[in-house]
């Protein structure tokens, strides 16, 4: 899990209301506090697991906190393109079913309603549609990756 990921979760999880989340994946814990009051700070909590004990150097299993970042400006090379966004947590997939060719590459044309992709969220396929007409500038994500709400999925050129 990198930083990004991580500040979407923070973001995700200040939005949505909820006091605290636990993540764990792999050797990686993360715990996200939040006040619903509003009267203090959010606290962040990585904590990653000891190694196996072949590694030389190990691994400090103590909390280390993270502060929340504001979010990277968009440069103005990529402010002309229209972002398309995950609607839900879940699975990105590019393409239908592994023996089927990809909804989109980069330089495609899209019409508004075509399928971009597929989120998968508890065994549900989600077909996540274009928006708007354009041609795909940038994919963002890797098949099979993990998404979270609101993370952008697709740089599309409206002209």
């Known amino acids: 899990m ?5 500040q979407n979760l923070i973001k995700f999880v200040s939005n949505s209301g909820v006091a605290e989340v636990k ?14 009051e509003g009267n203090s700070p959010d606290i962040t909590y990585l904590q990653q697991s000891p190694m196996q004990q072949s590694m030389t150097a ?44 990809m909804f989109v590459e980069v330089g495609s044309t899209i019409q508004k309603g075509d399928v971009l992709c597929v989120v998968e969220a508890m065994k549900l396929f989600n077909e996540i549609e274009a928006e708007i007409t354009g ?15 609101d993370q952008p999925l697709f740089l599309v050129d409206p002209n």
């Open 23 to 36: 993540l764990e994946t792999g050797d990686i814990k993360i715990t996200i506090r939040t006040t619903l």
């Open 2 to 6: 990198d930083l990004k990921e991580i």
């Open 135 to 149: 041609k795909i500038v940038k994919i963002l994500v890797d098949d099979m990756s993990p998404v979270e709400f």
């Open 58 to 101: 190990p691994v400090a299993p103590n909390p280390v906190p993270v502060a929340p970042t504001a979010p990277a400006v968009v440069t103005d090379e990529n402010s002309k393109y229209v972002t398309i966004k995950s609607p839900m947590i879940g699975t990105f997939y590019r393409k239908p079913s592994p023996d089927k060719p």
